[in-house]
């Protein structure tokens, strides 16, 4: 079994549980049948977003044998049969990871500094992020990389919200010299302005935000 770590954020109810993705796509196959995962249901076509599929449920069926996940079309929000438990997945190509809390909504991404997401950074980032990520040369690509992970689990958290990452997900400034910190983000919709404490943490050269 593949299971890399289960740990829990320190001072709240959330629960991290990472998978090392090491299965072929027949492998998984087999995996998601001995687990009655319906993956032919579920209109996915690609391999690789197959093996993250299946391996992220797997993960939360060996992890936590108590919760049933509700399966349902990949673009909608994943569910729990226990509906006062509430989850997040994310994958990579290494890993599929998840977060679950009894008690709050959750929100959940990994990613490595791939070129690919410095290349477009102006899409999510706003000219005070796109700043301060210039300033700091040494780190400029890993705090790019933070900031794509923390809008992207904030907008998980806030999924009914359709949150715009560059005008409403707001990061003050940060430096990534230690493998964990909290970051503080501001969301605003309309009126309303959200604070939230997210949880930044580097594990097997990919980082991890957490909210």
Known sequence: MPLSRIFEIPDTTLQVGIWHITEDIG???????????????????????????????????QSFPGL?????????????KQENYRLSYSHTREYSCLVLSNQQAVGIDMESDREKIFRIHSRFCN???VRYAGKHTGFTKEIICILWCIKEAVFKKYHHLGLNFKEQIFVPEFLPDKDAFIIPVIIIDGEN??????????IFNHWLAVV
């Open 27 to 61: 492998t998984c196959l087999l995996l998601a049948d001995d687990h009655g995962i319906p993956i032919h249901e579920l209109g996915f076509g690609h391999p690789e977003r197959i093996r993250q599929f299946i391996t992220s449920r797997l993960l939360l069926l």
């Open 193 to 202: 302005t959200y604070t939230e404490r997210c949880h930044i943490e580097k």
């Open 127 to 129: 000219a005070e992020e």
């Open 68 to 80: 049933e996940p509700v399966y349902q079309k990949h673009k909608s929000p994943p569910a729990l």
